[in-house]
Each structure stands twice: as structure tokens, then as C-alpha cells.
């Protein structure tokens, strides 16, 4: 499985088309919740397959299963019956030691209120996955710098998170989440707490990683991101109705 | 980067991690004073014991040196049956009493030991010389601030004092020769030292040949317990003391300091512990939404863990430091205070300070500190990542 390039040389900055290979196949997916004595159906039977190099919007009404369908394509949750292969590894079932190695190396995550580390520069951020990947010091700074300077952010490498705008902190999670040049970026509201300008910024950011190889699923009610991706993706009740 | 975390997370709320710091400074303070202490008494007991040399001392059939005011008779009989045994090197009678001395209408009542200066292991000789003649005395500082005596002056000392009938059985004149300092001697306590021969004539008949203690150097390389043992057989009616059999006696004398000390050692490790785990429990129940992100990108469990522990680690550290420059402190200002006790020689130390202490005491707050973060970095790193998330964002 190729890589996305995003950045280095084979950042030709050629579009990328889908390829025919699958690179997530979910399954009869399927998640139930307990709400106290209450059994949820967040998902009931879902089948899907993104194909490398796609761009995916999920959409639908708050409630209908697109951020459990997205955790569980990125394994921080496991399905209840059902399976989620990515690039061809049934990742449902993986223990937590695996499933976490996984998701380090192979799955860029971006949250809608973007979760990085207050402590930390942006710099430091984007650094921390590849920290934790046992990649040595020069060579993730060198990766660091070089991704931020990608999401427009070069000269701010050493503010942390608090002197950033919620546009830029969003950039710095997007640089972290391609730390490892995973072969999956996933979304969750990138745009839900940005302003209409940020936001457009973070879509056209969003077009250009993908065009650039970058295989991305977004989870969103934003119409704008919906139509800038490749595929839009409906669901309503826990199943897909349309996609 | 870990490292760099968990700083970072310890310098983000400065004014409760420096609190924090304390509250464990003055709990390792605590800590490092007790386990000074319960080590502390007997190890300066033994350094005094040893201070001259002397390993072996005889003492009254059943009594310890100067426990009571029993006496050991004929001195020059047991000396003679010591001199049998070519490994005991120096012998050293000493015979306690207690004198007046006369200043202006008060008595001044000072306790006097009579000893051979030549070989004598009492005292250290600060100034001036010892008594080497039967009419001079050396005294202490102690003694020469009561009675205002001062090197070359005579003073009239007397013994025997009966405070009913304000009789005395014999009074001499004496010259001040020397300042001393006992090396047994208690805190404020004047004292004197002068011939042994001089006091056991004033202290009349019944001890004109009497030792209240002797103390015996054993030959470099000879066995000090086989010593002992042969003094035993030989001088069945006194009884014979080593460094060992001391420090056996000394031990469970001081059962109930050690019990003490460890009790609330124990209770200061577990208050240092409390602090720290409160710290950290707070301290990541604030940060689950950051933990399940970390969890998210990749972090594994056990990295989070490490981080969290380190911060615990750090703070336990941090205040076990400053809390050794504190212990030593308060271990110096309470020694002070103890050390001042009625009858207890003052050169005992209560809190000896021993390296080992300071890295028992580090040891034992490093570990402390380990295990307060252990769990609640390992709770929040097994939440489940994707139901964190949510709740956080709901919140």
C-alpha cells in the first residue's frame, strides 16, 4: 500500500484519482450503546468501502451513528458485531496494545475542537506522534517544521496552542495528524468550531491534501466541506441511505 | 517527550505544584528526622563507647556504668587479676561521687570522677593540664560558671554532705589545673575530675578501695568477646560489659524511640503519599479529554502512565530535596532540646545524620511518589478513547 505523499519529493502536486484498491471495508458494522438500562442502536449493519486516495464526507443528522462509524474506522471504538478492515487488516478486533499501534502508524485523527496539547509549541505537537513512532529528534523536528510550513503555520512553530487562532490550532492538528504520513486522515467537525472564512481555509487545506494523496474521511454537517469532497456519504438511524 | 510533558504539566499550574512540593517537603522532614532518629541514638551511643578505645567495661554485678551508686571492692585485686591476661592493654578504674563545693553561703553540688589522668577515657582536656597531684582538680565549663573558679585558684571541696545536720565528712583544698569536657557528662551538669586515689580517701573507709566502673582497652587483633569472656570467669563477681553486650542493652533500652520513630515515619511517608495521589488524581481528572486524545494518536497506554508517573516522581523528589535541608534543621534545633535532657551524656546524638538515612528516606518518597500516580494515570489511560471523546465534547 502506498503511502499519501504529502510533502517531500513525491509531493508532485499532480491530483491524485481514487484508485481501485480498497483501503477500508467495513461490514455489517454494527454498535450498540447501553444509556443506563437502555440498549442504542448507534449502528445497525453498515456496510462501506473508500477506496485509496478518496475523499469521503459523512453526513446526516446529529445522532444518526457518523462519529461512531468514524471511531470505529479509526479503532478507538469496536464495533458490537461486524468488521472494519483497513488497507486489508481486520482492525475490529485488535487488542488495545495493537489497535494503538495501529492507529499511531497508520491513522491521522482531527477532532473538531482540535485537543492539542496546551503545554506544548506547535512545533512539539506535530513532533509528539512521531515521538511516540521512536523517530529520533532531527528527523521529526525537520518533519515537523516541514508539515506546518504545509499548513501555512512556518513562522508560528513556537507559539502553543493559546496564542493560536482556532483556524491555525486547526492546522497544527491536521500537521500532527499526517506526522506519520498515515494512510488515513479522519475528520470529526474539522470546521464545526471555525468561523465561515477559517473554515473555507480548512477545506481548501483539506482539498489540497487530498489531491496530494491523501486518503481522508470527514464526519460533518458543514454543506461546503460535504461538497468539496469527492463522494458524499448519508445516513440517517445508524444505517447508510445514500453513498 | 515524555519528559517534556510531564514538566510541562507540572510548570502549567506552577502555584499548586510548587504547594504541593512543600507539603511533601514537610512530610520527607518528618520522614528523614524519624528514620534518623531510630538509627540515630544507638549509632552515637556506639561512637561514644568507642570514642577512646576502651571496648570493654566493668561494671557492678548487674548494674550499668554509673546506673547506680554501687561499687566494685578491692580496685588494686582486680587490677592484679587483669594483668593475668596479656590482651588486655589499658585498665582504667573510675570512681564517681558527688562533691560541694563552698561559694560565698551557697553549696554548689557537682558530680567528680577520680581516675588515673594518664589513661583515663572520661574526659577531653580543653585547656590547661590534668590533675596529676592529689591536691588539683580539673573541672568543666560548667563548673568553673557556677563557682566562678578560674585556672590556679583553690577551692575548698567537701563530701559527704549531710544537708540534715549541714555536715560534710571531709573537705579539702584543691587547685584548678585544667577545663575539660566529659565525654558522658549531661547537659548543664558541672562536674570534676581528680585523682582516683584522692577520692577514694575522702570518700572514707568503705571506698578507700573502690570503682564505681572500669574501662579496659583490648590489644589491636585480640577478640574482644573472647576478653570478655575470660573476664567473666575470672572476676565472676563483677559484671563485664563489651561494645556488643552495650549496644544489646542499649537497644532494648531505646525499643520504645524506635518503635516511635517508625510509627510516625510511617505516618509521614503515607501523608506524603495522600498529597501526591490527591495531586495527581486532580491533576488527570482534569486532563482525561488531553489523555483520550494522546490515546487516540497513538499513545500508548503505558507512555501515558509513564508521564503521569514521572510528574509524581518529580514532585516526591523535589520536596524529598528541600525537605532534607528542613529535616536537618528541625533534627538540629530538636537535638538540641533532647540533648539537653537531665542525665543523658550530652554528646549523644538523637538525629545522627547518615547518609543512609537521606537515601532510605529518598527511596522511600520515590517509590511513594511512583505509586500515587500509578493508578490514577493508569484509570484514565484505560478509559475507553471513542465514549472519553464524546463526554468531553458534551462537557
Known amino acids: ?243 | 517527550m515524555r519528559f517534556a510533558l510531564a514538566r510541562a504539566a507540572l510548570v502549567r499550574h506552577r502555584p499548586r505544584t510548587i504547594l504541593a512540593t512543600l507539603g511533601v517537603a514537610v512530610a520527607a522532614a518528618m520522614l528523614l528526622d524519624m528514620v534518623m532518629m531510630s538509627t540515630g541514638m544507638r549509632e552515637s551511643f556506639r561512637e561514644l563507647l568507642l570514642s577512646r578505645g576502651f571496648q570493654i567495661r566493668l561494671a557492678p554485678k548487674g548494674t550499668l556504668p554509673f546506673d547506680t551508686d554501687a561499687t566494685i571492692d578491692s580496685v588494686s585485686s582486680v587490677i592484679a587479676a587483669l594483668r593475668e591476661n596479656p590482651d588486655l592493654t589499658t585498665i582504667s578504674p573510675v570512681l564517681g561521687a558527688s562533691i560541694n563545693v563552698r561559694v560565698g553561703n551557697r553549696a554548689i553540688t557537682s558530680a567528680s570522677l577520680g581516675v588515673n589522668p594518664r589513661v583515663q577515657g572520661d574526659y577531653e582536656l580543653l585547656t590547661g593540664r590534668d590533675p596529676l597531684a592529689s591536691n588539683e582538680i580539673a573541672v568543666n565549663e560548667d563548673f568553673q560558671r557556677a563557682t566562678r573558679a578560674r585556672f590556679g585558684d583553690t577551692i575548698e571541696v567537701s563530701i559527704g554532705y549531710d544537708p540534715q545536720t549541714r555536715s560534710v565528712t571531709q573537705t579539702r583544698k584543691f587547685v584548678v589545673t585544667g577545663r575539660v569536657r566529659f565525654l558522658y557528662g549531661a547537659a548543664n551538669q558541672p562536674a570534676t575530675a581528680m585523682q582516683l586515689a584522692t577520692l577514694q580517701q575522702m570518700s572514707g573507709l568503705a571506698r578507700s578501695d573502690d570503682a564505681s566502673l572500669f574501662m579496659i582497652r583490648v590489644r589491636d587483633g585480640a577478640n574482644v568477646e573472647s576478653a570478655r569472656a575470660w573476664i567473666e570467669r575470672r572476676i565472676p563477681t563483677v559484671g563485664v560489659i563489651s561494645i556488643e553486650t552495650a549496644m544489646a542493652q542499649v537497644d532494648e533500652r531505646l525499643s520504645y524511640f524506635r518503635q516511635l520513630a517508625l510509627i510516625l515515619g510511617s505516618v509521614s511517608l503515607f501523608v506524603g503519599f495522600l498529597l501526591v495521589t490527591t495531586l495527581m488524581t486532580v491533576s488527570v481528572n482534569e486532563r482525561i479529554g488531553e489523555i483520550a486524545v494522546m490515546r487516540a494518536i497513538g499513545v500508548a497506554r503505558w507512555h501515558v502512565v509513564q508521564q503521569i508517573v514521572l510528574e509524581g516522581i518529580a514532585i516526591s523528589l523535589a520536596g524529598a530535596i528541600a525537605g532534607l535541608g528542613l529535616g536537618l534543621v528541625t533534627a538540629k534545633y530538636l537535638n538540641a532540646i533532647l540533648s539537653s535532657f537531665p542525665g543523658l551524656p550530652m554528646a549523644i546524638d538523637f538525629f545522627l545524620f547518615q547518609p543512609r538515612a537521606v537515601w532510605t528516606a529518598l527511596g522511600l518518597l520515590a517509590v511513594s511518589g511512583m505509586a500515587a500516580g500509578v493508578y490514577p494515570a493508569w484509570r484514565a489511560a484505560s478509559l475507553p478513547v471513542a465514549t472519553t471523546l464524546r463526554q468531553e465534547a458534551i462537557a
Open chain 1, 1 to 243: 500500500m502506498t503511502r499519501p505523499i504529502v510533502l517531500g519529493s513525491a509531493s508532485s502536486g499532480a491530483e491524485s484519482a481514487p484508485s481501485d484498491s480498497g483501503l477500508v471495508t467495513a461490514r455489517d458494522l454494527a454498535r450498540d450503546y447501553l444509556m443506563g438500562k437502555e440498549r442504542v442502536h448507534a449502528l445497525r449493519g453498515v456496510n462501506l468501502d473508500i477506496a485509496t486516495n478518496d475523499f469521503v464526507a459523512i453526513v446526516g443528522p446529529s445522532g444518526c451513528g457518523k462519529s461512531t462509524l468514524l471511531n470505529l474506522i479509526g479503532a478507538i471504538d469496536r464495533p458490537t458485531t461486524g468488521s472494519v478492515a483497513i488497507s486489508g487488516r481486520n482492525v475490529a478486533g485488535l487488542p488495545d496494545r495493537e489497535a494503538t499501534r495501529f492507529r499511531l502508524l497508520n491513522i491521522g485523527f482531527v477532532f473538531q475542537r482540535f485537543y492539542l496539547m496546551p503545554t506544548l509549541s506547535a512545533l512539539e505537537n506535530v513532533e509528539l506522534p512521531m515521538a511516540e513512532a521512536g523517530i529520533d529528534r532531527a528527523e521529526r523536528t525537520s518533519r515537523a517544521r516541514e508539515l506546518l510550513s504545509y499548513v501555512g503555520l512556518g513562522p508560528r512553530e513556537r507559539h502553543r496552542p493559546t496564542e493560536l487562532s482556532g483556524g491555525e490550532q486547526q492546522r497544527v492538528a491536521i500537521a500532527r495528524a499526517l506526522a506519520n504520513r498515515p494512510l488515513l486522515l479522519l475528520a470529526d467537525e474539522p470546521t464545526g468550531e471555525l468561523d465561515a472564512h477559517t473554515g473555507a481555509e480548512i477545506i481548501e487545506l483539506f482539498g489540497k491534501l487530498n489531491v496530494d494523496g491523501t486518503t481522508i474521511i470527514v464526519v460533518t454537517h458543514d454543506e461546503e466541506l460535504a461538497q468539496s469532497a469527492r463522494r458524499r456519504v448519508h445516513m440517517r438511524d445508524g444505517r447508510i441511505v445514500d453513498g
